[in-house]
């Protein structure tokens, strides 16, 4: 999506809705970003200019609205009551439940309890209008409040640094797991920078975003006008037209912008291996057969099979190689088939698959690094169509990529894996003694003992239907197991004393990375840090498809997450060792909460630094408060409450005498400068 931002305008300088819609169109948008529920009138004239609207729920989130509830409760019965009404438009895609929860005010409420809040927003959006898309305008600032239930994860991102902003983008397809990445805003002020400087960053921001394969790029904003907490804002110009609807050139690096067409300059030889696939193979060749953008032939090594398999492959797919050997297990068959292959790039994929039409092309990219030994992306199940689907697509055990960071990878899944040739021979391709399982973690292995770089590629996806029952769903955890067991005796150092394997990097999940009741977040001293950020070494799993998710599934997925790991070391080492998991923990109850009325100048930055001046010392970047002295603690948080109207909030830890008599000193003075 190309997406440009509209509005909010001062009531007596409001623009032509209909003239603008149509600018915005022919500027090449076919989306637009507002921040706040339209008319019907709105979504009319949006969609009469032919753009896509998403709309933004505007509520009181700029205070603790977690003490207040009737703050939150006014905004789910306000996004109700207009879904009632506008869910159906066809203008209307989607909603953001909410945008940029200050970091304080989160780091007030608590991160788990604000995330929540944001899934109970997303909830009931998607049960009120499950046809649209629902999700929360993050920002780096509160990276780990990713709602987990969101249909796409959402960032506004502002990076006047080209390395930077990829890099960043690389990470954010991590943190968004199975989700699509949206930027949901990027600008620059011409106030401070040159239009011309505007017109250059927003056309590099828009190719790195496409490179980096985010799914829409927002530009913010459409016009210099616009309005914040009800006045007009006229310090800040980010607006791609200025304040009398004059373009700038941005404007018409917007409308230009064609991004560079993904380039592969490498031969594939596809390989598929199956063993009594015939329900299966069909979809995946077929899928296979409709990829684009690269040269690549198609070979499938049938392993043995008894069914109707390679009657499929001949009847209805004569173009695909077809090698039919007797029974001998996954890794063999591999091997056959890359003897076989004639393409410098040997591209792995199950019968069970379906690859995206660009899954070629997107890998093509990473191997034009020559650093780059194997490459791989994510292997994503399909939208649930029964609760089973839905709960087996959400327990543990899937195969998963391993991250060292964001774009090497320590494991790719045989699923999805391309290897150079020249690679696959020096390390004598798949072990053979690996026949069902294990054979994609040993070469991952020992690709990587040799000294091979594995990269990662978010883009380069392939549709992985699970397993459709839950008890094939727990025989397949068996044979993982009894895969496990031969790795521990092919490479005991990366194994624990519990026969469970030792990863250094981090393991996918499919979940959105968000904040979970034991997580540690990095909020830097005081809080101030610009990316705030957790560390999971197990990223989170996929939520249950809002559309299954009652009692019963949650209690099955429940069952399931004691039953998989029990299964695989019942199956490794004949134990079974119970699944423990760890009590949440919390901080001290604080001793005193108070607060003080302020204004934009007497904000939570300027206590800080007056506290500082008296000898007050910065916490550490994970501590739940942000500043301490002798053994007495403060969290300091401002709430917006109007036009130039602030109440800052203090919760203090220590003796009681100590938290009133600092609360008295600061009232009585409006300033912790005389504080002793």
Known sequence: MKTVTYGPFPLDKEPSLAAELSKIRDAGFDSIRVFTLPDATFLDEAERAGLIVFTGLDWNHYEDFLSRPSILSASRIRLSAWLETSAVHPALAGVYVGNEIPSDLVRWMGPLAVREAIEGLIELGKRAAPQLLFAYANYPSTEYLEPGNADFTAFNIYLEDKQALAAYLRRLQNIAGDRPLVVSEFGMDTARNSAEKQAETLGWALEISHHEEAAGFTVYAWSDLWKNAGREILDWSFGITDREGNPKPALRVCKDFRPTPPVANHRFSVIVCTRNGGARIANCLRAISE????????????????????????????????????????????????EAATGEILAFTDDDCEPDREWLVRLGRAFLDSEISAAGGPNLPPPARTPIEAVIRSAPGAPSHVLFDDTHAEHLPGCNIAVRRAAFDAIGGFDPIFRTAGDDVDFCWRLSDAGHRLGFVPGAFVWHWRRPSIRAFLKQQTGYGKAEKLLLAKHPVRFGKNGEARWTGFVYGGGAVNVGANSIIYHGPMGQAGYQSIVNRMLPLRPIDSAFRDCRTEFLLRILNILQPMTRSWARNRRVKLPLPRPPSSPPAPTHEFNIPGNDSTHRDHHLRALLAKGWQAAGETDPWDLEKGGTYILIATERTGPNLTNNLFRVWGSTAAAQILESELKSNHSPLSIK
């Open 291 to 338: 990829m684009e953008g690269v040269s690549f032939e198609t070979i499938v090594v049938d392993d043995g099979s008894t069914d109707d398999t390679k009657e499929i492959i001949a009847e209805k797919f004569p173009d695909v190689r077809l090698l039919s050997i007797p029974p001998s297990g996954l890794s063999a068959a591999r091997n056959i088939g890359a």
